[in-house]
């Protein structure tokens, strides 16, 4: 299935190149825990350019675009921002390093991602738990993955929709390459999440130069430059 993280990376590849590098509020919104920083962050960055010429048909995510989603919103208003960024302290009561395992997202599988395992259960509960409220206050819409909590960081993307053969042949050569890299020492693709993590709200950006970080940090309305 496809996951939140996936979706958002999707609407990534129908963006159209462009100069700006502003946020964009009419961006899809969502809370993450950025990961260009963690070990799985150092070693994507230290192989992303052979993954890029082994496998140059696929979609690679930038380095500064890593991210555990905590909670997908969506369309959003300004004036909700504020009890928006309560979902960034939906972290783990204390310090845990969720483990790597290569897994296929997506309803078309078009997306491989690394999955985090072993996060706590209370964790998931309460990320599961600020989805129904989100709901319930009409700060977002229902969706088919409220209800689940799979952390994960994507990496890869088929760029056609739907994949193509030669799309899933190279999602399957990626993914058994990724998994030798794992296989080789799980702690390098490992992240750390608890209380202190920086967890923020992103939001897609409608239009980027070619090779530019994807997503944006929201900023308060008071805070944006005039």
Request: hydrophobic share 50%; net charge positive; proline share 9%.
């Amino acid at each position: 299935m496809r996951s939140r993280a996936a979706t958002l990376a999707l609407v990534l590849l129908l963006a159209l190149p462009g100069g700006t590098t502003a946020a964009s509020r009419s961006g899809l919104l969502f809370a993450a825990i950025p990961c260009a920083e963690t070990p799985l962050g150092r070693s994507w960055e230290a192989l992303r350019d052979e993954a890029a010429r082994r496998f140059p048909t696929l979609a690679l995510t930038e380095v500064e675009d890593l991210h555990l989603t905590l909670v997908y919103v969506g369309a959003w208003r300004p004036d909700d921002l504020a009890p928006l960024r309560e979902l960034t302290r939906l972290l783990p009561g204390e310090a845990v390093t969720l483990t790597p395992e290569v897994a296929t997202f997506g309803v078309r599988a078009e997306a491989v991602v690394i999955e985090l395992l072993g996060a706590p259960p209370a964790w998931k509960e309460a990320v599961v738990a600020a989805q129904a409220d989100l709901v319930r206050r009409e700060l977002k819409a229902p969706d088919r993955w409220d209800g689940s909590f799979r952390p994960h960081v994507t990496l890869a993307l088929a760029r056609h929709r739907p994949p193509t053969g030669a799309d899933r042949r190279a999602l399957r050569a990626f993914g058994a390459w990724l998994a030798r890299k794992i296989a080789a020492d799980p702690s390098r693709f490992a992240v750390p999440v608890g209380p202190d993590s920086p967890a923020a709200l992103w939001q897609t950006r409608a239009a980027r130069a070619s090779g530019t970080p994807a997503f944006a940090a929201v900023e308060a309305p008071e805070a944006a430059a005039p």
